[in-house]
């Protein structure tokens, strides 16, 4: 399995803004298709954002559109996730995968990061 490390998170005020890191140091990212997932207590983990291996393909869940950008920096092996306008909704336990397909199903990341918590509360 494939190692990743989020890094990022923490707590923030509603309005405010984070971002998140994913890196590898074991293999290059940037053979590889990067989601972020979420998952809030008490609910099922769910997709955020979904960036290919080119960085040509871009997706996000419509609960984050406009506010989320999702980059990567094949140099520094990273992928980002930048949260703006956050909102007490959004407090989670975030977590990247990687898959060799660029797809926005779950079941199709099977290397998976320990998570970092975003906590959105005044």
């Known amino acids: 399995q494939l190692q990743l490390v989020e890094s990022g998170g923490g707590l923030v005020q509603p309005g405010g803004s984070l971002r998140l890191s994913c890196a590898a140091s074991t293999f290059r990212l940037d053979y590889y298709a990067i989601g972020w997932f979420r998952q809030a207590p008490g609910k099922e983990r769910e997709g955020v954002s979904w960036?290919?291996?080119?960085?040509?393909?871009?997706n996000y869940a419509d609960s984050v559109k406009g506010r989320f950008t999702i980059s990567r920096d094949n140099a520094k092996n990273t992928v980002f996730l930048q949260m703006n306008s956050l909102k007490p909704e959004d407090t989670a336990i975030y977590y990247c995968a990687a898959s060799p397909l660029y797809s926005l199903l779950e079941i199709d990341y099977a290397s998976w990061g320990q998570g970092t918590q975003v906590t959105v509360s005044s």
């Open positions: 960036i290919s291996a080119s960085g040509g393909s871009i």
